[in-house]
């Protein structure tokens, strides 16, 4: 895999993401998550997969860049659900192992996920509204599940990330340690549920699932298909603009 390094340790799969300086979210990347989930399913020796960034970042968002080069973003972001979809139904405990930042699709990656350790100083946030677009792999439908339904609205619409800290207390994250100890006790937690029975963790993930309501699909529908609308207008052209041009947007409502 060209961005992704996957190990193991004691029953616990390590995915690290590689991809500098920001471990932006690719149309390959995500490919390459799906791929590397695919992979540990099948694996009868890995019981609880960690996943995390390489470098200063867990991941600092989507690859923006690359959104100007998407044939169809609208697909783009359904098939980046489906891959976090299936990371949050998946057969085996995931967690994820967040520092410097996990920004708009970095921290939809790990919302997706069943837990969340931190950096006390991580920041985490879905900045996108100040690109002129909107969350697009979930983040809608994901972040209110945990911080409630005004603190989300609070976080989309003025683009202010929480730290780590912050977001343990928002029930965001499970716990933050200081940035040198978070892969090491993360991998603490992780080796602990490694020991329990496979049939018992598959079983509780799949009766945990039931507290997602029916209308969490509609909301992920309608999420992508306003992703593409919201992201063929002239505001969103132009935030894409202005934060290639590492200057202030200025949005017109077009």
């Known amino acids: 895999m060209e961005f992704l390094k ?14 500098p300086p920001a471990n932006a979210m690719s149309q390959q990347l995500v490919k390459e998550i799906d791929e590397a989930f695919k992979s540990i399913e099948a694996d009868s020796a890995t019981r609880v997969v960690v996943i995390h960034g390489d470098g200063r970042f867990f991941s600092a968002g989507a690859d923006i860049k690359e959104f100007l080069s998407v044939p169809n973003i609208q697909q783009h972001a359904t098939e980046a659900q489906a891959v976090f979809e299936r990371i949050e139904s998946f057969s085996k405990p995931v967690i994820a192992s967040i520092h410097g930042a996990a920004l708009g699709g970095g921290l939809e990656l790990a919302m997706s996920c069943h837990m969340r350790y931190v ?18 792999f979930g983040g809608t439908q994901r972040l209110p599940r945990y911080v409630g339904s005004a603190k989300a609205a609070e976080m989309i619409f003025t ?11 928002l029930g965001l994250a499970n716990a933050a340690f200081e940035e040198e100890d978070l892969l090491e006790e993360t991998l603490k937690v992780a080796k602990k549920i490694a020991l329990k029975g496979p049939i018992a963790l598959k079983a509780t993930i799949d009766l945990l699932a039931y507290s997602k309501s029916t209308r969490f699909y509609d909301g992920i529908d309608a999420e992508a298909a306003t992703f593409g609308q919201v992201f063929a207008t002239e505001d969103a052209k132009e935030g894409i603009t202005a934060f290639v041009e590492k200057r202030q947007a200025v949005f017109k409502g077009k």
């Open 6 to 19: 996957l190990s193991q340790e004691d029953g616990v799969a390590i995915i690290t993401i590689v991809r």
């Open 119 to 136: 950096s006390k100083t991580a920041k985490l946030g879905l900045p996108e509204l100040s690109l002129g677009l909107i969350p697009g």
């Open 159 to 169: 683009s202010d990330p929480v730290t780590g800290e912050e977001a343990v207390n």
